[in-house]
């Protein structure tokens, strides 16, 4: 991926804007439409955070590695985020309370740039992120009921088509087949691996 590609007004003009309405997504049941439940599916709206830092080789995404006691997806590799609950007026607001209280960010830290495909899980939540960029000095303070870890990823390798597989678990009685881009000891997938895809494909496109 061009480092020069992945400057702040690129990435600002490949998003919809935060209220851009809605759009149509990826979801996890694309790689495994036999999965897919028959009739619609009754999904809950959660928002999720990706949060850009730069740094002296360029920007990093702020990732964390959730509490392994968590309901859902304990232990994976995630953006901070959750559920939009009844006080949240919008999914931006949801996105943003969600990782004050997982990682510490202020809101006010936060410039958003703007949003983009909607993400559906197999766990039946309907996922906006929100892509914001970072004020410099941020410190993380984790909340160790919901976060064991955050730690940063350079923008380039996430969403660098070169880096994603097509890996499959055991699942349901049968094989799941999801989108994984390991970093290291990070083993990122699932909905935070496609999301970061869309992402990329976005900030490739021409």
């Known amino acids: 991926m061009d480092q020069q590609r992945l400057n702040i007004a690129h990435i600002r003009s490949a998003l919809r804007p935060p209220d ?5 997504g990826t979801s996890d049941f694309d790689f ?3 999965w897919r439940p028959e009739g619609p599916l009754r999904l809950r709206a959660a928002s999720v955070l990706v949060p850009l830092i730069a740094r002296g080789a360029g920007l990093n995404v702020v ?3 959730r509490a392994a006691r968590l309901r859902h997806h304990p232990g994976q590799i995630a953006f901070p985020g959750g559920k939009q609950d009844p006080g949240d007026p919008t ?3 949801a996105a943003l309370r969600e990782a004050r209280e997982e990682i510490g960010l202020d809101p006010a830290s936060v410039s958003i740039l703007g949003s983009f495909d909607r993400h559906e899980t197999v766990t039946r939540f309907s996922v906006t992120p929100f892509v914001g960029l970072v004020t410099p000095g941020f410190e993380p303070r984790i909340d160790p009921s919901e976060v064991e870890e955050v730690f940063e990823v350079p923008l380039a390798f ?3 088509p070169a880096h994603r597989r097509r890996h499959s678990r055991a699942w349901g009685g049968g094989r799941r087949i999801y989108l994984a881009i390991p970093y290291g000891p ?3 997938w699932g909905a935070t691996a496609r999301m970061l895809a869309t992402l990329g494909d976005l900030i490739g496109a021409p």
């Open 20 to 24: 851009g309405g809605d759009f149509a």
């Open 32 to 34: 495994n439409p036999e």
């Open 63 to 65: 990732l964390t590695r």
């Open 91 to 93: 999914p931006l607001h």
């Open 158 to 160: 996430l969403v660098d």
């Open 186 to 188: 990070y083993y990122i």
